[in-house]
DNA sequence: GATGAATGAGAATTCATTCAT
DNA sequence: GATGAATGAATTCTCATTCAT
């Protein structure tokens, strides 16, 4: 990690991949994902990933020039995911169709976290280490929380938008994350419904589903 | 071969320590809270944390077997300071004074964060690989989600109480994070007055502070 | 923490070894024998072998985990030689033919001494702290004295052939070790014979030689 | 030991010692033996010591400037018990009278051993590496060669007595090493029997016990 | 394109010895 | 006389990255 390529220049980024690499390439990637989810982005060893997918340490380095930029790729792919996401939430009102807009999306960021969950949460453990990885993961969800705000923003006046929209993206990205580790059971429409309502009461709270 | 240490066990378990071990230990103990708060558990050297303890290694292993027998040391401490919290959440009721005794209370879980946050946010990281610590981590947070399911199971009947719960302190627990690492500005008296609206309205709802 | 390794498995037992890793793998083994012979087991430090190997601390630990799987290795290929050697020793009877046969033996037993000496030498040092190389040193020259036992009792009837066996195993192998160590000095041939002399009339004392 | 001060000169060697003093002294000696019978020379820790002597670090190296320093101590007592024990040897004959007098003294060897064991056997660990205490247990061990080889030069005539002897002496020693690590039961006044009859017919063959 | 082998800088840990009380 | 605490050099082991085939 430290002894990277100064700035850690993806070797492929320059040249062409034939079908067979891109393949390779993207069992690497897929490999990373799975190992990340079960022994968390520190304790990977790229050992493991190769091993995963099924390949050897120098192949690894023929596509990435590093394990961080490996990660790198991997997080832009999820912010990716995660910008299509946010532009999916459209304006969330304080009556029933608001919730149930708000329902529809939780259920697409349910499975996005799903595929993404582990390389969000490597997010974390990354950035208090000030990586350059870390410093995108946090852009990406600040961006995330900014989007909503922007989207309660016009309904809520007795919040503070930037301080709700954290703490409702601190929620749902938390108990995701709880709930992938198996830390929750239950049926998961129903668990959904739960999050849906508890973040729309929590945003518009006494005038909930209130009809004026 | 010669390490002989069977899984760690702390070096001080069986000896009394006298006054001036006592306060190394401490120093050790405080000083890598300092250091896990700024680079986190993984990422952090034994070295460094001699280092802000302004001793030496062979001092360290004097007191702890190991980073994570200092570390499962830290975990006891907080999650002490956890059950006590726990405990000072009274019933927390669908009405005004329910509201402030919620924000009462996460002034106190403020406080506590500020100091544990980086154990508390290690956890996590431990949680991933199967440590022991990770194990006693995600207990404590678990009890603590039960306990205070067990506080708002009475007054709410219309959510599930367990996933409610949970979802309140993945939202309360990340929520810290975020600020702890910079990502919130604000003052923090407001931001709680929020978070506590936030909580008791996503509990409460329509319901909330309306006189009956 | 990150001392994976459960009890040091050999990390060549999964995969297979090209012709390079054999060699050097081999390389190690071999140095390993000459410092062990020069320093004793205990006090080799990994550094003299990868020096005497000329390769590098992590070529070590790509074929053994351990300086203990490393001599857990030795001990493996000492045990093979000294079982064949068992073998190769077939009834001594009281007569002159006897002690030719013994004094055959002791050659071939002189020979691998010389190459396997410093590996049974440490066997007594590893034995003493309960080490699992130790246990196996122990069992291998159980084995060589059940061996030699069998073979006299036959033939000594006055004797308990365990004690006489055990007692001559550990003349033989004790002064082959005070002669490796140089303490010994003298035509080789003619110690063998003096060697071979004692131990058949140790075994059969008064009525050896006797033409009945 | 590397450390050690400079040729390691006894901090009580000039001092004089008082009751206490004295008392201390020697349950460090008592403690370090039984150490070396349990875990070996280069396997005990200085700690070990103290534990077993139920003092402290401070308090060792009161009485020894080293760990090496105790073990000169315990060699030296060893030696001398070793010296009075080779003067007890008188002239073997090859008759029964021969026989029993060497079954005395092994006797008398075999107590010794019990005792000292442990300290000779580290003669041989430290020997392998140069230490002075190796240099003068092997000479110890040469000396008692020698004077055992003086009292069968006379009477045996067809064998090399300085080969004889230090097989003799191999064998003894190891077979107590071996009987004192529990490789061996059996009725000790047997087996002592069985060792006298061994080394007398080793030493004189054919015409042992023949009157002549 | 792919691979097994090699490397070496770093990290953890041990333990004889010294020091302050 | 005795002791608990401190030290740091020496050692083992890890793992990202490079190399030769």
């Given at each position: 990690?430290?002894?990277?390529?100064e700035?850690?220049?993806?070797?492929?980024r320059d040249?062409?991949?034939r079908?067979r690499?891109?393949?390779?390439?993207?069992r690497?990637?897929?490999?990373?994902?799975?190992?990340?989810?079960?022994?968390?982005?520190?304790?990977?060893?790229?050992?493991?990933?190769?091993?995963?997918a099924?390949?050897?340490?120098?192949?690894?380095?023929?596509?990435?020039?590093?394990?961080?930029?490996?990660?790198?790729?991997?997080?832009?792919?999820?912010?990716?995911?995660?910008?299509?996401?946010?532009?999916?939430?459209?304006?969330?009102?304080?009556?029933?169709?608001?919730?149930?807009a708000?329902?529809?999306?939780?259920?697409?960021f349910?499975e996005?976290?799903?595929?993404?969950?582990?390389?969000?949460?490597?997010?974390?453990?990354?950035e208090?280490d000030?990586t350059?990885?870390?410093?995108?993961g946090?852009?990406?969800?600040?961006?995330?929380?900014?989007?909503l705000?922007?989207?309660?923003?016009?309904?809520?006046?007795?919040?503070?938008?930037a301080?709700?929209s954290?703490?409702?993206?601190?929620?749902?990205?938390?108990?995701?994350?709880?709930?992938?580790?198996?830390?929750?059971?239950?049926?998961?429409?129903?668990?959904?419904?739960?999050l849906?309502?508890?973040?729309?009461?929590?945003?518009?709270?006494?005038?909930?589903?209130?009809?004026?």
């Amino acid at each position: 990690m430290a002894r990277a390529n100064e700035a850690g220049s993806a070797p492929t980024r320059d040249r062409e991949l034939r079908a067979r690499g891109k393949r390779t390439m993207r069992r690497l990637l897929d490999a990373s994902v799975t190992v990340f989810a079960r022994k968390g982005f520190h304790a990977t060893r790229v050992d493991d990933i190769v091993k995963a997918a099924r390949t050897s340490h120098g192949t690894f380095y023929l596509y990435f020039s590093s394990k961080d930029d490996l990660f790198r790729e991997l997080t832009e792919e999820v912010a990716e995911q995660m910008a299509t996401l946010v532009e999916a939430l459209g304006p969330v009102s304080p009556d029933e169709a608001g919730l149930a807009a708000l329902r529809t999306w939780l259920g697409q960021f349910s499975e996005v976290y799903e595929r993404c969950g582990p390389v969000i949460g490597a997010w974390t453990e990354a950035e208090i280490d000030g990586t350059e990885v870390g410093r995108i993961g946090a852009d990406v969800l600040a961006g995330f929380t900014l989007a909503l705000g922007r989207q309660i923003a016009s309904s809520v006046d007795d919040l503070d938008p930037a301080v709700a929209s954290m703490a409702l993206v601190a929620m749902i990205e938390r108990y995701h994350y709880y709930a992938l580790g198996g830390m929750v059971e239950g049926d998961r429409g129903q668990v959904l419904d739960t999050l849906a309502a508890i973040t729309h009461a929590g945003l518009f709270g006494a005038r909930a589903g209130v009809p004026a």
